[in-house]
């Protein structure tokens, strides 16, 4: 086995041993197999290129298309040239499930069944992982640079997993590191020369001992070193995340600074709802109805997710300090922790009063309460007095579609959301005449026309909204999140909640368990005199999801009947990103970021898949450019620009696939040679400026220091350019082109260094 399939295999296991860290994400090692395919395709189109005379500086490009071809056989081979080559089709079809698979990401919570967008993520990730490590490794001959794309890959588990990555996976990525740098750095000590025996070695008979004493302390070293990075660790405390991304024990909370709080609590509902065993999270009494319970209010919603902001803010108030008459009739509610471990507190709707231990804040704003320094603990009791609205149907359709300045912000929405959405609200509140009646219309449309399933599509992203309306299925979280941007759409102030509903009651007591199952999302709508009240979209089907009284007495003219599914509707399933002519949304003042130019949406991974190839591409002219500049820069006299001149006569020969014997013969026999051939046998310019750079070089050579002064009227650089540009002129265009993106003379100059380090002493 030669030093470069030593080296290239060394760099594909590291890529793979490295790869096994991010085993913990997902369910089972099936999405291993695409990973495998891509490594050992990077690594061949390497090695292959490699082992041909002349073109083996092409071997990153050679790496980077076996890549690519790689991904489009895998992931696009139907709209890809004969299968595997990706033409406009395949790199439309790629970057169309990675933008999918990027939503899946911020939509699914570890350990997942990898999708197909999240799978070519993986295999593309680990296969980018691939190039970039047998270009450092084989190439540029630094394999110790190779620890950084290594890392960057165990980076990725460690920042999503709660638990942390785990030793094993740490292991075998620590293993494959090290076995890079042992086979790299036998190949360069093999460089020195022949092994040197010393007479204690010769006296046991053992000719290879030396070598045996090193390898046998390279690995006790990297032993050791493994040893001590798993078992050091043990002994520092871990943070762990919970529900909302917040920690389960320790310094957990929200942390202070008003711009939004940094959870992920779609991700977690989902992961709770699909438990194969509920968790309990807590139990309670009430003097009252069992009620819903919020935990969480998202305000704001960015075109990919919804966010809460605000919380931590300076106007925050003590919990204990809360005191509020507004309201309906009170009710007294005592809830006690069981299972739930988080920062904030899951009380009934309109809270006045609260009593609970600890150092718990109250949002004003969004009635959330938060713990800044801790989380629920077990057994820990608390007692919430609240006044749950109950206006009636009158009530609200009295109600006005003013606005209240206060709540103007809850109109705001991105001006990207596609315009087919809002006309489908509109025809879905056609003939309303109220904000209430609205709200009737659009809860009414999904309660009516939409399936409730735990296995659909998760997110709240523009791309998942779109599926949602046209699939008409999902669970809580697209319900809750759809019915609140319409509502926006058609001037109602809205947000959205996450809680859990009331749950059920145990036997033979007055007290509710509510459990991981009864996780639940519902949107908020504000109305002006009355407050913020819920409504349930959600075809749940448990008899959890409950339709509020105010929300079931409502009337909608008939005119405004939501479609059925096999009514006309506006089509959501091919929706452009802006709105028709560049325009916003019609109502774009009350939206963020409703000015500026609009642009035609370009999928950010397409725009990275063609930034590699770009990248993949110019390797070659940056490396020859690199070359003549630094050659160019080093010449510091006139003899020294001579020989630079000449170097790059060579190098422009080698490049256009053209003899050349300057290397072994003299100036001016390789001249004349060179002259008398058919490329510049009619080009007397280009002949009489080889033949005065063919006599400078022989002076700068052989004239010692009468050089300086018998080259002082010599134009160098001038003659090159003469004879470079007849010789591109006589040959095809082709052999230009290839010049150009494939300079053999790059890697010629590797492999003379390389030749040279690995030259024996004598």
């Not at 406009?88 to 169309?96: D, E, I, K, Q, R």
């Not at 997710?305 to 509610?333: F, H, K, P, Y």
């Not at 399933?453 to 299925?473: C, P, V």
């Amino acid at each position: 086995m030669n030093h470069q399939l030593r080296t290239s295999a060394a760099a594909a296991a590291a890529t793979f041993l490295g790869a096994l860290a991010l085993a913990p994400l997902f369910v089972g090692f099936r999405w291993l197999g695409p990973v495998v395919v891509v490594i050992v395709c990077v690594a061949g189109a390497s090695l292959l290129i490699r082992s041909i005379p002349g073109v083996a500086g092409a071997a990153p490009l050679a790496a980077a298309a076996g890549y690519l071809c790689a991904l489009t056989a895998l992931y696009a081979p139907s709209q890809a040239i004969a299968g595997f080559l990706p033409g406009p089709a395949a790199v439309h079809a790629l970057g169309t499930t990675l933008s999918s698979g990027f939503t899946d990401t911020t939509e699914m919570s570890a350990p997942v069944s990898p999708t197909t967008g999240i799978s070519l993520i993986t295999t593309g990730g680990i296969g980018l992982v691939a190039v970039i490590i047998d270009i450092l490794a084989t190439t540029l001959r630094r394999p110790a640079l190779a620890g950084l794309p290594l890392l960057a890959v165990f980076t990725v588990p460690a920042a999503v997993l709660t638990k942390g990555v785990g030793w094993v996976p740490f292991v075998f990525a620590a293993a494959g590191y090290l076995l890079l740098l042992v086979v790299e750095g036998r190949e360069r000590l093999a460089g020195w020369g022949r092994s040197v025996v010393g007479s204690a070695a010769r006296r046991w008979g053992a000719a290879g001992s030396v070598g045996r004493q090193i390898a046998r302390s390279g690995r006790g070293i990297a032993a050791m070193a493994i040893t001590i990075a798993v078992v050091v660790p043990l002994a520092i405390p871990g943070l762990h995340a919970g529900w909302f991304g917040t920690h389960h024990t320790g310094n957990a909370g929200v942390e202070p600074g008003g711009h939004g709080a940094t959870i992920q609590p779609f991700v977690t509902l989902r992961r709770d709802l699909t438990r194969s065993t509920p968790i309990p999270e807590f139990t309670y009494t009430s003097t009252g109805e069992p009620g819903y319970f919020r935990m969480l209010t998202l305000d704001e919603f960015d075109g990919t997710t919804w966010r809460a902001t605000g919380l931590a803010s300076g106007d925050d108030i003590s919990a204990r300090e809360l005191r509020s008459g507004t309201g309906g009739r009170e009710v007294v509610t005592t809830v006690t922790v069981s299972g739930l471990r988080e920062a904030f507190l899951p009380v009934p709707q309109v809270p006045v009063a609260v009593d609970v231990d600890g150092p718990w804040k109250f949002n004003t704003t969004t009635q959330v309460f938060y713990n800044p320094q801790g989380v629920t603990r077990a057994d820990q009791r608390y007692t919430v007095v609240s006044r749950p609205l109950t206006p009636s149907a009158t009530e609200l359709a009295e109600v006005s579609a003013a606005v209240d300045p206060s709540v103007a912000t809850y109109l705001q929405y991105p001006s990207s959301i596609p315009q087919n959405i809002k006309q489908l609200a509109d025809q879905i509140v056609a003939g309303a005449r109220t904000p209430y009646q609205k709200a009737i219309a659009l809860q009414n449309w999904f309660l009516a026309n939409f399936t409730y399933d735990l296995d659909a599509k998760s997110g709240s992203s523009t791309n998942a909204l779109e599926s949602f309306l046209r699939d008409r299925t999902g669970y809580c979280e697209q319900f809750a999140a759809t019915m609140a941007l319409m509502a926006r759409m058609e001037g109602i102030p809205s947000r959205v909640d996450i809680g859990f509903t009331p749950g059920t009651q145990i036997p033979g007591t007055n007290r509710y368990l509510v459990t991981t199952a009864d996780a639940h999302a519902w949107p908020e709508l504000y109305f002006s005199g009355i407050g913020w009240l819920r409504f349930e979209p959600t075809p749940r089907g448990d008899g959890q999801a409950t339709v509020p009284p105010y929300g079931a007495g409502g009337t909608v003219p008939s005119a405004t009947l939501p479609p059925t599914p096999g009514a006309s509707a506006p089509q959501v399933g091919n929706i452009p990103s802006v709105a028709p002519g560049g325009a916003a949304a019609p109502n774009a003042g009350t939206q963020s970021g409703g000015e500026g130019l609009s642009l035609p949406h370009i999928p950010l991974p397409l725009v990275g898949l063609v930034g590699l190839i770009v990248l993949a591409v110019l390797c070659g002219p940056a490396a020859r450019w690199w070359v003549r500049q630094r050659r160019w820069s080093a010449a510091d006299d006139v003899a020294a620009r001579v020989h630079a001149a000449w170097a790059e006569l060579g190098d422009d020969l080698r490049d256009l696939g053209l003899d050349w014997s300057g290397e072994t013969d003299t100036p001016r026999r390789a001249a004349t040679a060179l002259a008398a051939s058919t490329h510049l046998r009619f080009q007397e310019d280009a002949r009489e400026a080889l033949l005065r750079l063919a006599r400078a070089e022989e002076i700068a050579r052989y004239a010692g220091p009468l050089a300086a002064q018998r080259l002082s009227d010599t134009h160098a650089e001038r003659d090159h350019n003469i004879v470079r540009q007849a010789l591109r002129e006589a040959v095809p265009r082709g052999r230009r082109i290839r010049a150009l993106l494939l300079p053999a003379s790059i890697a010629q100059g590797l492999r003379t260094r390389r030749a040279g380090r690995r030259a024996t002493i004598p």
